[in-house]
């Protein structure tokens, strides 16, 4: 299937679990973006979501995950792709700490492109920093 869409693009969706081990998935990418390596230096827990809905749903302290995250079809030649991460201090959605944004343009004329977010810092709500390491 990734040698049909040779001219776009195939990317690996890797995640690391909680236990060491890597989950490795080929994924078609039908329009240009960005393959963002989500690294964890900031909270328990991170939920990573993207334009499209939840990407990763617990990424733990010091884990990363590779996650292909396309662009919108038909949007012109410069195009914008948002990431957030959002911080959790333990396994429940109501221990929320705070959450940052990731804004990125893509352009036609460069292509797919990597990209490596460090998560080490939080911006919403104001003042809310990253607890102590695990």
């Avoid at 963002?36 to 302290?61: D, Q």
């Avoid at 990431?83 to 429940?92: D, K, L, P």
């Amino acid at each position: 299937m990734c040698l049909a869409l040779a001219a776009s693009g195939c990317a690996v969706r890797r995640i690391q679990l909680p236990d060491g081990s890597v989950i490795e998935r080929r994924e078609p990418m039908s329009q240009i973006g960005l393959i963002i390596t989500f690294k964890n230096n900031c909270a328990p827990r991170l939920m990573i979501e993207s334009m499209y809905g939840i990407e990763v749903r617990s990424l733990a302290y010091g884990r990363s995950a590779t996650v292909p995250i396309p662009s919108r079809a038909f949007s012109g030649s410069s195009r914008e792709i948002w990431a957030m991460a959002s911080a959790y201090a333990g396994a429940s959605d109501d221990s929320f700490i705070g959450s940052v944004e990731l804004r990125e343009h893509v352009n036609t004329n460069q292509g797919t492109r990597d990209k490596l977010w460090q998560v080490d810092r939080l911006d919403s709500p104001r003042g809310v920093r990253c607890p102590s390491p695990p």
